[in-house]
């Protein structure tokens, strides 16, 4: 029986491969050797490698996301009023965010998402330039090369030049580092920006998790003048309410692109489902839960932190965020080997590009135990 498709057929004209083959390998496959020889420890593994919550959902965010869940319809993609108008009061209370209301938010089906496809959603492409971090969250690369332009790595407008990029992403705190941009820079980046017409996103997803010092929003008054032209925030609720698996995050800023995002979305169905809606309503309106899991935190950061110090670790910036950026001066891949060998998993800094090749991250995301089990490992 002859096959129903010719071997002689023309290749198909859609092919994944084009489009993958742009992008870099996906970096925890390249660490599973390290974790089976951190599992067969014989205490277990303690997987300090993702920055996934391993505490309880509050019970009144699953409250509402069941009192929500009735609701048999589509959801809209700009979210309801009540939940945009929680996001917006959210950052006024929480970061000290003027000039924002309802209609300078979007919900999104979780910040990853959204990075990744910003530069295509804005209609990037070849010949276009993002500046990302020099040593970053792999995803705004990920969101430049999707979209067939450049990413370019650079932490200052000097080392920039004469370009004129189209977008620039920025991360306070920083994910792996955990530094926080001081308010110079975030002024004179918002300057530098303007005066080129490059739309700034900034990465506020641990704005609420600061240890020393205070992080700023792009929207602060300090930095942008009430003024939120060009600018976007994105805020997520994975880490400080423990939302990741609820995947609930947004967009706050320029009112005009906010509506150009809205858009492109609503042709997409890229909608937050409704009772997540109603979940993400009930998490911003409330401040305590987020206290609570922030103390959390900071007890874990407290026992780890003089922990990996006591092992001969230095800890570089890890001012704010879920992290301690450590380094035994040596490739990170030989950290990654001789911590795997104590059954302890983290990330290879070079992860988040070539200048974190010394240096491996440590999350705090993982239960007291197993927090207590790294500390005994590092201090035996």
């Known amino acids: 029986m002859s096959s129903p498709v010719s071997r002689t057929a023309a290749p198909l004209r859609v092919s994944s491969t084009r489009v993958s083959g742009r992008l870099p390998d996906f970096p925890w496959d390249t660490i599973a050797d390290a974790k089976a020889t951190a599992q067969a420890h014989a205490d277990g593994i303690v997987d300090l490698s993702v920055g996934t919550p391993v505490d309880p959902v509050p019970a009144l965010i699953r409250d509402a996301l069941a009192e929500n869940s009735a609701f048999p319809g589509y959801p809209t993609t700009i979210g309801t009023r009540e939940l945009r108008e929680a996001a917006a009061e959210s950052l006024i209370r929480r970061h000290g965010v003027t000039s924002l209301d309802e209609t300078g938010i979007l919900p999104v089906i979780g910040t990853k998402e959204a990075i990744a496809g910003l530069a295509s959603t804005f209609g990037l492409g070849p010949g276009d330039d993002v500046v990302i971090p020099e040593v970053a969250y792999p995803t705004y690369e990920v969101s430049a090369l999707l979209a067939g332009a450049r990413a370019v790595r650079a932490d200052s407008t000097v080392a920039l030049g004469p370009m004129n990029p189209a977008l620039m992403f920025i991360n306070s705190p920083s994910n792996p580092t955990g530094k926080v941009l001081g308010l110079d820079h975030l002024r004179k980046v918002v300057g530098w920006a303007r005066e080129r017409g490059t739309v700034v996103v900034s990465d506020e997803c641990y704005l609420g998790l600061s240890w020393e010092g205070e992080p700023l929003s792009i929207l602060d008054p300090r930095v942008c003048d009430g003024d939120h032209t060009g600018l976007l925030a994105v805020h997520s609720l994975s880490k400080i309410s423990n939302l990741a698996s609820y995947r609930a995050g947004f967009f706050a800023g320029d009112t005009e692109l906010i509506a150009e995002l809205l858009a492109v979305r609503k042709h997409a169905g890229l909608i937050v489902p409704f009772p997540v809606q109603g979940a993400m309503t ?62 302890i998993l983290c990330a290879p800094g070079d992860f988040y590009g070539p200048a974190g090749e010394r240096h491996v991250r440590m999350a705090l995301t993982a239960t007291d135990e197993r927090i207590g089990a790294a500390v005994a490992r590092l201090t035996a």
């Open 282 to 343: 009930a998490a911003l309106a409330d401040d305590a839960h987020v206290h609570e899991q922030r103390e959390r935190y900071a007890a874990r950061r407290r026992l780890l932190k003089a922990a990996v110090e006591g092992a001969g670790f230095r800890v570089d910036h890890s001012e704010a965020g879920l992290y301690l950026w450590a380094t035994r001066d040596e490739p990170c891949r030989e950290t990654v080997a001789w911590l795997a060998d104590r059954g």
